[in-house]
C-alpha cells in the first residue's frame, strides 16, 4: 500500500512513472506489502490466466521469492520505475517494503532497483537491463 502522496506522469525513463507529491524525507516508508490490499498470486494462478492477461499481469507484478508467489500492488505503486543508475535510485526496495533512499523533491520520479526484490524480473521479461537507465 503507497503510504505517500504520489502521482502518475508521464517519464522520462519509461512510460508512465510515479512521482512525488510532497516532499519526503530520507528514511520514510514509501510502500509497504499489505496483505488485505495487495495482491499476492501463486504459479498456479498465473498459468490460469488469459495470455493477454498474464502478460499485463507479468508486467506489472514481481516475484517474493520468500513466500514464493507474485504480488501486484493494488494502487499506482506499481508504476514505479527501474533504475540502473545508484545515483539517480532514490528509493531503496525489499519485497516488501521500500523507504525513501535520500531526501526527495515534490516533482521528482520514484526510482528503484527491481533487482533488489525480484532479480526476475529482466529475464522472465525478456528485457536487457543493462541498456535501461
Not at 512525488?20 to 510502500?31: E, S
Amino acid at each position: 500500500m503507497i503510504l505517500i502522496k504520489a502521482k502518475r506522469e508521464i517519464s522520462p525513463v519509461h512510460g508512465i512513472g510515479l512521482f512525488a507529491d510532497q516532499f519526503i524525507p530520507k528514511g520514510t516508508p514509501t510502500w509497504k506489502y499489505t496483505a488485505w490490499f495487495d495482491s499476492s498470486y501463486s504459479q498456479e494462478d498465473v498459468d490460469n490466466m488469459s495470455e493477454h492477461a498474464k502478460a499485463q499481469f507479468l508486467w506489472y507484478a514481481y516475484f517474493d521469492k520468500d513466500t514464493q508467489k507474485y504480488v501486484l500492488c493494488a494502487d499506482d505503486y506499481r508504476f514505479i520505475n527501474h533504475s540502473s543508475d545508484g545515483l539517480k535510485r532514490n528509493i531503496h526496495s525489499t519485497p516488501n517494503e521500500d523507504i525513501a533512499a535520500r531526501d526527495i523533491e515534490p516533482g521528482e520520479e520514484l526510482l528503484c532497483d527491481y533487482n533488489k526484490f525480484d532479480d526476475t524480473y529482466f529475464d522472465r521479461m525478456g528485457l536487457d537491463h543493462s541498456k535501461l537507465v
